[in-house]
């Protein structure tokens, strides 16, 4: 295991302390020049008393949970719908994987243009039902600015969690329905006491890839609406960028990393040994 080891250090673990201990520095391009100083937690006093770092976290606490929650129940639901005989399933599938081929930038600005106010598809189809009576602009608008980057993000991760789903979908015995069926069991019967039990440990990866997907989502978010309008769509990945690459300030950017590091970490351990302890029980 050496050589991985080694690969993994040299390209992981060495920038990832490179960053931690940057964190701590007044590393900036525009206040300092030369070696950069030791300011200890400066750098995150000053995310925490502007409170900017409390906003991102909301922001990206609703973010995650919306679209992790919308990700694993309907793909659940059309997991369990194209798994069944049905005419041109084979097609269906292929037509949703769509999104996941489809680059993160390209998928962004598609969605833009489907959002545009004065000539996109979505203003022209809700006036046309009357579900809206003027267009709204929606990347624009505080309240629905988030809402619709999340339906991007949705859209774009949908294809490869559905994958991951069917797949776990298909290597249940069929036999086991079928024994079921013979016992008199109706679909929600056989989908509570078969299906879900047996997806569990497929739902458990899935859960934990689109939360980590969606703490790291920056290029859609970015490039959609550049966080804003007035900070509704900062998350941390976006807060980060901003501090480092915006206010060229490292250091601060940094700390907003170490901090979305710690968070995914924490999650990550706590959700798994929750599962883990359930299966015990």
Known sequence: MAPAAIFVGVLIFLPLMQSLGMSFTDFSLIRRQGTPEWNSFANYTYLVESGMLWNA????AVFVFGVVTALVVLGVVVAV????????????????????????????????????PQYGVANYLLTSLGVIEEPISWLANVDWALPSVMLAAFWRQFPFLFVVILAGLQGIPKEMYEAAMLDGANFLQRFFSITLPL????????ILMAVIMNFRQFPLVWTMTGGGPIERTTTLAVLSYRQSFVNLNFGRGAAVAAIWLAIVLLFSVVFTRVFRAREYE
Not at 57 to 60: D, S, Y
Not at 199 to 206: A, E, F, G, H
């Open 57 to 60: 976290l909301r922001v990206t």
């Open 81 to 116: 719908a194209l798994n069944q005989d049905l005419p041109g399933r084979r097609m269906l599938r292929s037509i949703t994987l769509l999104p996941w081929v489809t680059p993160t930038v390209i998928g962004a600005l598609l969605w833009m243009w489907i959002l545009q």
């Open 199 to 206: 997806l569990r440990n497929v739902i458990r990866v899935v």
